[in-house]
């Protein structure tokens, strides 16, 4: 069965989501990290990015926030650009911890595996496996360009926050050095984990957000720059990923409340990705105690509930014009 869902009632339930969730309460902002406990918890913004190049927005989307684990997504895409999918399974994996996102007993139990390029252990094999190899500036000007490919326009490093994850990264650094032990660090430690907790530290907004999750909706198709940024066999590859362990602990919980494959990061931000209907994304800074936005979590799963679409379900979606 194929089900029809217009512009307006993307907008009405996007325009819901927003008055319902905006005034919700609970959470706080990430506060291990100085420079994101400083952040506005009032902000909050809901974009949605349709295969048309279309982009629906309500609240701060243009507000630029720290990208933090939602770049794992990004950076994932480029190893994959890179090295091709069967490497990157070989190398790093694509399973669930089952544990936080920054777990050091997760990379023990794994026997030496990073287990998916979307925990940490794994971010910063994939950020060492960049190419071109022990190029420090190469490595990162692949990782912005790519980043910049995926949302239709260049992020910009905040300078601050940089400082405050360099500051503050202990957990990542006994991270890397473990890799290393264990032979799954494929470039310097030290220059591998500070690309990681730099591309953590760029800014991004909702919008730029929802354009990357529409382009991996869309098959690697950025339909806002009319690109196509990666082979299209990738995209199930990276949803795929997503699904498994977007949420960490409790991507379960998610996936059977909203229905819909999305990366969290602890800068507020959470990016989700309905396969050829279009991509989401929502901002606010409070945090749950896993890590995830709580009013963004809320209006992806309104706007996901109130449209009546799931991943899981046998109706095929398409979306068309304005009633």
Known sequence: ???????????????????TC????????A????YLANIDSDLFGISICLGDGTVLSRGNTSYEFGIESVS??????????????????????????????????????ERDHPSTPLVNAGAITACS???PKGDSDGKWKAIVD???????????????????????????????????????????????????????????????????????????????TDKQVFDAELAPKVVSMIATVGFYEHT???????????????GGGIMGIMPNVFGIAAFAPPLDEAGNSVKAQAAIKFIMNKLGINIFGSTRVETVGSD
């Not at 090295?83 to 544990?99: F, N, P, V």
């Not at 490919?149 to 400082?163: A, Q, V």
């Not at 503050?168 to 907790?197: F, G, M, Q, V």
Request: proline share 4%; aromatic share 8%; glycine share 6%.
């Open 22 to 29: 905006r005034t919700i309460e609970g959470g706080a902002n």
């Open 31 to 34: 506060d291990y990290i100085p």
């Open 129 to 131: 496996m960049i190419k």
């Open 72 to 109: 794992k997504v990004h950076t994932a895409i480029l190893a994959l650009r890179q090295y091709g999918a069967d490497e990157i399974l070989d190398k790093i994996g694509a399973d669930a911890t089952g544990l936080p996102f920054n777990s050091i007993f997760a990379l023990l139990l």
């Open 1 to 19: 069965m194929i089900k029809n869902i217009s512009v307006n009632q993307l907008e009405e339930a996007l325009h819901e989501a927003y008055e």
């Open 146 to 224: 790519n980043i910049t490919e995926l949302c239709g326009s260049e992020p910009h490093l905040i300078d601050e926050l940089y400082r405050s994850e360099t500051a503050t990264n202990y957990n990542n650094h006994s991270i890397a050095w473990l890799l290393k032990n264990y032979d799954r660090i494929y470039d310097d430690p030290e220059i591998s984990l500070d690309l990681y907790t730099r591309q953590c530290s760029l800014g991004v907004t909702a919008e730029q957000l929802a354009i990357t999750a529409a382009t991996i909706a869309h098959d690697g198709y950025n339909p806002v």
């Open 252 to 266: 379960g919980d998610w996936l059977y409340t909203a229905g819909i494959p999305a990366k969290t990061g602890v």
